[in-house]
């Protein structure tokens, strides 16, 4: 393993590897800049013995961290509320970048014919609690009747898998509600839906939001994390509301769109990739 050098500069964004480096960097054996990516709110995502792990491993590692950076602004004010030898100076709120003209190029893959026929809900994510797809399933039970040729393909795998597939059937809707299991390029089925939707309870930041935002301009979301109140161009409503989300689908549903146009195109281009390492390395090297 090569070793790193004076100079450069070392980018982690997991919160084990990021403590592991800062620990490593405060007994000397590493001389490059450190940034650490914050990849959620760890400190009130998780409690019990796992906090406390993570309590243990930030303090051993986070004070030699050149500079932290959190996705939003409540990322940051949880961050220094739970580690307050953190130098707040260090933190630098910088927004998720995502890459537009790679997801368009995923999503030139086909779908099934099957697929491409059918009119469909697209979300996407682990099956656990926090994506809330129980609240996105009841939703989609309450627009049902409205929408009668649509489904409801969500994508990905979990430990809720069967619980959610059982709520599906509850409702009689085991035929409507498709679970597609693991998916490598999701971007084909966000550019053929109808509507996205992210029905999450608690985010650092869902990047899966951006994705969809890159290729369908009907996108609903919860308020599952700081910065999405301020996003335009799709709905937003609070998490755990069935109601709330149901209606927000249903307005969306009803919109119309323009073909091979795309509102939330310019907004994101603030979001590329350059913009966000740019940005990083100009405040890293402001500090010194």
């Known amino acids: ?28 054996f590493i001389k490059s800049k450190l940034i650490a990516r914050e990849c959620t709110s760890v400190f009130t995502r998780y409690t019990g013995l796992k906090k406390l792990v993570y309590q243990l491993i930030y303090r051993l590692g986070y004070p030699a961290v050149d500079l932290v950076v959190c ?62 797809f129980d609240v996105l399933i009841k939703a989609f039970e309450m627009i049902h009747s409205q929408n009668p040729g649509l489904r409801l393909f969500i994508l990905g795998e979990g430990k809720q898998k069967s619980a959610l597939q059982q709520l599906a059937m509850s409702y009689k809707l085991a035929e409507h509600i498709v679970f597609k299991g693991h998916v490598a390029f999701p971007a084909p089925y966000f550019k053929q839906a109808r509507l996205c939707v992210v029905s999450s309870i608690k985010e650092g930041f869902p990047n899966v939001l951006l994705e969809m935002m890159a290729l369908n301009q009907s996108v609903v979301s919860t308020l599952c994390a700081g910065g999405i109140n301020a996003i335009p161009y799709i709905e937003k409503v609070e998490i755990n509301n069935v109601a709330a989300l149901a209606t927000a689908m249903q307005n969306m549903l009803n919109k119309s769109v323009m073909p091979n ?28």
């Open 1 to 28: 393993m090569r070793q790193f050098k004076r100079g450069e500069i070392i980018m982690s964004s997991h919160p084990y590897l990021n403590a592991f480096l800062g620990f490593f960097k405060k007994l000397g």
């Open 261 to 288: 146009y795309n509102p939330c195109t310019a907004y994101l281009r603030q979001r590329s990739p350059q913009v966000f390492t740019h940005t990083i390395l100009n405040k890293l090297a402001a500090q010194n």
């Open 71 to 132: 996705q939003t602004e409540l990322m940051k004010a949880d961050l220094l509320q739970h580690n307050q030898f953190i130098a707040e100076n260090k933190i630098w709120v910088q927004a998720n970048p995502v890459d537009i003209k790679e997801l368009r190029l995923q999503a030139i893959r086909p779908l099934t014919k099957e697929e491409k026929q059918t009119s469909f809900i697209c979300a996407a994510g682990r099956l656990i609690a926090e994506k809330g």
